[in-house]
Every structure is written in structure tokens, then in C-alpha cells.
């Protein structure tokens, strides 16, 4: 089918029935109301690009303006979200050409130094520089096997206390905002994105309970928090219900080890199911790990819109000083060589014309910022090349995370 040359342009606001006409249409499904309202109030209109033939919006591609924790600090990061292009268009360079102005838009108008995405089909996004930044783990533990080890932490001072999830808002939040400076690839949520993380339409919950929030406090201080759902058997089986962990977060583990204890053993259920980081405590508390039938997956997907910016941005696990030739022919303002140098307490990059000690494409780089994916490893798959293997695995040591990159509040 013969490549097209598309009008793009910003979208305008009446135009939000034609943005969500075309991504039901790529997608397969209709989007109920009450998930439409959800969207539209976090929805940011002036991010929003739409890609026309011969007078029709054929594709669109929008995003938001967030907030990342990344090692040792946090930085501004646009969300990439309601891309999708019409059946009858696919294949044609629509799509090439709507990413090619989003990131051009981020890099000269917006001046986030990373973009970030969530994608139904993973090969798609790394020819446009994106890589596999972070990974989750879905367990499903059955209620027998819910046995935590005899010294898993634990504290009597600490109570449980159900609240509904939209009062509880203003008490879980700050909790969310310790651990997601904890970890990479989490969000620092406004209050927009604070209530849209306990939205519950209807129409999605598929048979199961509302949206239901657990407090774990001490005293007066909210130390944890877990949002779930329960979801009664297919076949009518009275004890053989499902939960499924929509977010849990702590931060002191005597209060992750109460709330995973809630859940694990509510009455009526046989499982539960939740999307976890993969060093989630949990499968080091279980006394049966195995039993919980741990899946990997892809995550986040992330690339570096502003090289010098984004490098500079974080800290490092130890001190590195190393020039990278960087490869990206879809955002050529980072192709080159870039000095980077630093350590735990900050770090500098700079473009530079010294010899280059390790080169790597975008989509590479994307995938090790967060300190999830190691620069060795890529270079055994041989995407990444070194001056030697001593330089690759000081960048490998200094890019590395304490804990592993995850991204609680998709979008």
C-alpha cells in the first residue's frame, strides 16, 4: 500500500467525539460512557495531535504532563497515550509521521527531557526510539498458599481500617508520594491523577465488587494503603471468589506485610491477583513463592527525548565518567557523542567530540535509563558496543537501580 503524506495538527476540543471514534475503530471496542467521562477530565486538549486525509481525522496521538521519579530524583516526563490510526490506514506512515511531531512538540514546546508509554503491541515503538524500560509480575496466590515466613515483619500497633476510596484520597496519597520517590518509573501524582487512580466506572468492573481502600495506621499516621476489588465465581461457588489488587503501597514493612496479610485471607475468596514490581516483597514473605505463579512481562517503555538533559537528570550507583555515542535518526538533535560524568550526588552531560567509549541506539537507552534493564546485558544481546568491556560495564554499574523500575498508575 503506497506511503501517505497526512495533514497533522493540534486537535481542537469540539473534536473529542472524532478522537474517540477513531481510537474504538483501531482498537475493536467501544468506549462505555462512564469511561469517556473518566478520560475527558484528565484529558489535555493542547497535547492533543490529530492526523487528517483528504479532510478526515484518521489517526490521533495525544499525552500528559507528568512527574517520574528516576534514580535520585524526578523529572518532567510526557505520557504518551490515544495513539491509533484507522484500519483503512495502517501501513502508510501515518503513524511515523504523528510520532515524529509529538516528540519534535515535547523536545521544542513542552521541554520534557523523557517521553513514556504503555503499549498493546510492544514491536511498534522501537523504531520510534522506545524501549522496554521496567517490567511487572503478575502473581495469582491462591488463598491455601497464602502463608506468609514467621518472621515476616510485623507490628501490633498498626490497625486496618476500611475507608471509601475517594475519601481516603487525601490520607493514601501522601504515602504514594514517599514510595514513588522510592522507585523508579513511578508517579508523582497531582490531584487530577490522585482521583483518577480510584475511578471505578461501572461498566469496567466485569462483575466485581466496587472499588474498596484499606488503611494501614498507627496512631494518628497513615502508614499504607491497598485498593482492591472482589470478584465472586463464575459458577455461583461461595468460596471461590477472586480479589484483584488494583494498587498497594507502604512505606514501613510491617504495614505492606498487614495489607498483603488483609487480602490474602478474606473470607468468601480463593486467590488473589495483583501486578507487582518484580522485587515485590511479596514472593520473599510468602513461605510458598512458587505457588503464586509469577509472569513477566514488558511495562513502561520509555525514550529519551533531551540526551543531555535526561542523563543529567538523575544519579548514578557509582561514579562514571564515559562519552556515548548516541544513534537516533528519529530525534536527530540527540545523535552524537555525549560526555557524561557523575555519581551519587548528581551527574553532568554534555555534548562532546572526544572518542566515543560506548555506543547504543535510542531505543537502548530508553530501556537502561531507569536502571531496570543493564547496559551488559544488552551488550551480550549485542545492541550495545564498547570500547572494551571495561567501559561498558562501568556504565552498567553506574545506570544500575536499587530497586527495579515499575509504574503503578498507568495512563
Not at 473518566?38 to 489535555?44: G, H, M, V, W
Not at 572526544?354 to 535509563?369: F, H, I, K, N, T
Request: charged share 25%; with cysteine; proline share 7%.
Amino acid at each position: 500500500m503506497r506511503e501517505m503524506t497526512a495533514t497533522v495538527r493540534q486537535a481542537e476540543e469540539k473534536e473529542w467525539d472524532a478522537l474517540d471514534a477513531v481510537l474504538s475503530e483501531a482498537y475493536g471496542r467501544q468506549q462505555p460512557p462512564d469511561v469517556r467521562a473518566a478520560q475527558r477530565e484528565i484529558f489535555e486538549f493542547d497535547r492533543a495531535l490529530v492526523a487528517e486525509d483528504e479532510g478526515r481525522i484518521c489517526g490521533c496521538v495525544s499525552g500528559y504532563a507528568l512527574r517520574m521519579s528516576v534514580p535520585g530524583s524526578v523529572v518532567p516526563a510526557a505520557g504518551v497515550t490515544w495513539c491509533g490510526v484507522l484500519p483503512t490506514h495502517r501501513r502508510r506512515g501515518m503513524l511515523t509521521q504523528l510520532m515524529r511531531r509529538q516528540l519534535t512538540d515535547i523536545h521544542e514546546r513542552w521541554g520534557e527531557p523523557v517521553a513514556a508509554l504503555f503499549t498493546t503491541e510492544p514491536p511498534i515503538y522501537g523504531r520510534y526510539g522506545y524501549g522496554t524500560a521496567s517490567h511487572e509480575m503478575l502473581v495469582t496466590v491462591p488463598r491455601w498458599a497464602g502463608a506468609l515466613v514467621q518472621d515476616a515483619p510485623s507490628d501490633p500497633s498498626i490497625r486496618l481500617t476500611s475507608v471509601d476510596p475517594l475519601e481516603a484520597v487525601p490520607l493514601a496519597e501522601p504515602v504514594h508520594a514517599v514510595a514513588a520517590r522510592r522507585r523508579p518509573g513511578m508517579l508523582l501524582r497531582g490531584a487530577a491523577w490522585a482521583r483518577h487512580a480510584v475511578a471505578d466506572p461501572p461498566s469496567l468492573r466485569g462483575g466485581s465488587s466496587p472499588l474498596r481502600c484499606v488503611l494501614a495506621v498507627r496512631g494518628d499516621e497513615v502508614l499504607g494503603f491497598v485498593r482492591y476489588a472482589t470478584i465472586p465465581a463464575a459458577d455461583g461457588g461461595i468460596h471461590a471468589g477472586t480479589v484483584r489488587v488494583r494498587e498497594i503501597c507502604a512505606v514501613e514493612p510491617a504495614a505492606g506485610t498487614a495489607l498483603w496479610r488483609h487480602v490474602l485471607d478474606l473470607d468468601l475468596t480463593a486467590a488473589v491477583v495483583a501486578r507487582i514490581p518484580v522485587d515485590d516483597p511479596l514472593l520473599r514473605l510468602l513461605v510458598d513463592p512458587r505457588s503464586a505463579r509469577p509472569t513477566v512481562s514488558d511495562q513502561l517503555h520509555l525514550r529519551l527525548v533531551d540526551v543531555g538533559r535526561a542523563l543529567a537528570a538523575r544519579t548514578y550507583a557509582a561514579d562514571v565518567d564515559v562519552v556515548l555515542e548516541v544513534r537516533d535518526s528519529f530525534c536527530p538533535w540527540n545523535a552524537g557523542r555525549w560526555r557524561l560524568s557523575g555519581g551519587r550526588d548528581g551527574a553532568a552531560c554534555e555534548a562532546t567530540g572526544d572518542p566515543a567509549d560506548v555506543s547504543l541506539g535510542a531505543r537502548e537507552l530508553g530501556a537502561v535509563y531507569l536502571g531496570g534493564t543493564s547496559v551488559s546485558s544488552l551488550a551480550e544481546a549485542g545492541l550495545v558496543e564498547g570500547r572494551g568491556p571495561a567501559a561498558v560495564a562501568r556504565l552498567s554499574r553506574a545506570l544500575v537501580s536499587d530497586l527495579a523500575p515499575f509504574t503503578a498508575c498507568r495512563f
